[in-house]
């Protein structure tokens, strides 16, 4: 069965590209809603019904502000640190699959990016250029403030780039492929990757916290002693760049753990089933699946902002490599004798 | 596709010069991460997926940003960093350099290598189960040995930096 035309591929790219892109400015309204509602208040309600135009108002905000480039600043790196950081979390999306495969007239459409068979591997190598931006940024600001943050960044997420690649394995050696469409089909029916490999997925959700430089591994950008990290410098939609990296990021990541725990765009079978639905709206019926369990994770990413107070570094380190390292390389071995032993 | 593969490898040698001609060490280190990227490219257009992968896994994501990490900690002053070419120990690094070159030269020179066609070319990879499936069969059987002693060396490594960093415990 061929694939779909060229032509076909560029709508479908475009239409991820839009929809991924407009989940950032989504989820900066969604994360301040629910800081308000966890701290017993009303939050941005003013633009638009219940303030979902914030974003919009706060973009343009952003887009309209002064370009302004530090006086000292490597000019060319400043400018490019935070495309780099933009570059990189939108690429890593691309492997994702939100739907199996459908067939129309004949030929069949995937509904990702790219479908490819080293997909984790791909996530892996894309995801570790994120730090590039991160520094880059810091160093080139030209700022002691910045250069700080970007050192801690880059050092927290080398050491936390291990144990997700370890807990990751021992995904992989389960399902026996890298291919992300076929990790998925294989969790059809709730054998979905969080009831065989809960360790893995702890390992993850940490290391994942910790990747997205979000609370309590926030470190790079901790205001109360940096000012505002490797972004202090950083003003307009250069800023903005950053910001809509970091929340993609966090999609991104919640994505993987849909995508290798939680059965991916399985889970709505029943319902397919119930209406008899054709192929196309049981593709869009999967891509609700997949939605919904992203959402609900999205959520939980904010709710452990609004919990924990921040680490201190020494404690991240500790953290990194004495405790979820060596977890990880235990969990990868057991796993690797349970499937020598048939046990999987 | 082809022009691709120009395109590519034009870019990585122009990084490559970059590299070595960058006064400031940062610099020079991100175009080295460029030229990285640009054989990661050239793998995959070489239908290598995974070394591709593994390159920008390691190389471009790992390694480099160590080194990055170790340059920005030292902080180095660009004005300070002027050296002088011609001193004795840099002149046999380019005098071998050069001979590395001449020999390379004369062996793509004189030899034809297009070579038999066996299992390593992406057909019959594909038709073996893919790429990992035939790099970790080679690496776990006939590379064993070599692949074992690799590990062992990078443990030493290990060891060596701890030893080296922790004089006094």
């Known amino acids: 069965m061929e694939s779909i035309p060229l032509s076909w591929q560029l709508i479908k790219i475009s239409i991820i590209l839009i929809m991924f892109i407009s989940m950032a400015p989504l989820l900066v309204w969604f994360e301040r809603r629910v800081a308000a509602f966890i701290q017993d208040r009303l939050g941005p309600n003013r633009v638009g019904p219940i303030g979902i135009l914030q974003p919009v108002a706060d973009g343009i905000k952003l887009i309209f502000k002064e370009e302004f480039f530090p006086a000292l600043s490597n000019k060319v790196l400043y400018f490019l640190a935070p ?31 790219a479908n490819l068979n080293i ?12 730090v590039y931006g991160i520094m880059i940024g810091g160093w080139s600001s030209n700022n002691k403030y910045s250069l700080l943050g970007g050192l801690r960044a880059s050092s927290q997420m080398i050491s936390y780039e291990l144990t997700m690649g370890m807990s990751v394995a021992a995904v992989v050696l389960f399902f026996g492929t890298f291919d992300l469409q076929k990790i998925v089909e294989t969790q059809s029916g709730f054998h979905w990757g969080v009831i065989f490999q809960p360790v893995s997925f702890f390992l993850f959700l940490v290391a994942a916290l910790a990747e997205s430089n979000r609370v309590p591994f926030d470190l790079p950008e901790g205001e109360t002693e940096l000012v505002g990290g490797y972004h202090t410098e950083y003003g307009g939609m250069k800023f903005g760049g950053f910001l809509f990296a970091e929340y993609l ?5 919640s994505g993987m753990m849909v995508t290798l725990f939680f059965g991916g765009y399985n889970g709505l079978e029943w319902f397919s089933n119930l209406v008899d639905a054709s192929p196309v709206l049981n593709a869009v019926i999967q891509f609700s699946a997949f939605s919904i369990k992203t959402l609900l994770l999205l959520f939980f990413f904010v709710w452990v902002r609004w ?3 921040r680490f201190r570094y020494d404690q991240i380190m500790r953290l990194g490599w004495k405790i979820l390292l060596p977890i990880s390389i235990g969990n990868l071995l057991v796993t690797a004798m349970l499937i020598y032993w048939g046990v999987f | 596709m082809d022009w691709f593969v120009y395109g590519f490898s034009a870019l990585a040698i122009a990084s490559a010069i970059m590299v070595i001609t960058r006064r400031n060490p940062i610099i020079s280190a991100l175009y080295l991460c460029l030229t990285l990227f640009c054989l990661a490219a050239l793998f995959v257009l070489l239908e290598a997926y995974f070394i591709a992968a593994v390159q920008v896994l390691v190389y471009a994501g790992a390694v480099m940003v160590l080194f990055i990490f170790v340059i920005m900690l030292l902080n180095l002053d660009p004005e300070k960093m002027i050296v002088e070419y011609f001193q004795t120990p840099r ?13 390379l030269t004369f062996v793509f020179w004189t030899n034809n290598i297009t070579g038999e066609r066996g299992y390593d070319f992406p057909v019959q990879i594909t038709q ?3 790429h990992l499936k ?6 776990f059987t006939t590379f064993l040995l070599a692949f074992e002693v690799t590990s062992i060396l990078l443990l030493v490594a290990i060891v060596g930096a701890v030893v080296l960093a922790k004089r006094k415990v």
């Open chain 1, 83 to 113: 495309c780099i950081s933009l570059f990189v979390s939108l690429f890593v999306f691309a492997v994702i699959p939100f739907a199996a495969p459908v067939e129309i007239n004949g030929k069949i459409l995937y509904p990702q990016v």
């Open chain 1, 119 to 130: 997909g984790m591997l791909y996530v892996l190598a894309i995801s570790s250029l994120g």
């Open chain 2, 128 to 130: 073996g189960g893919g």
């Open chain 1, 307 to 309: 919990t924990y107070p």
């Open chain 1, 249 to 253: 990021n966090i999609v991104t990541l």
């Open chain 2, 134 to 139: 035939a790099m970790s069969s080679k690496l």
């Open chain 2, 91 to 103: 002149m046999i690094s380019v005098i071998s350099a050069l001979l590395l070159f001449g020999f």
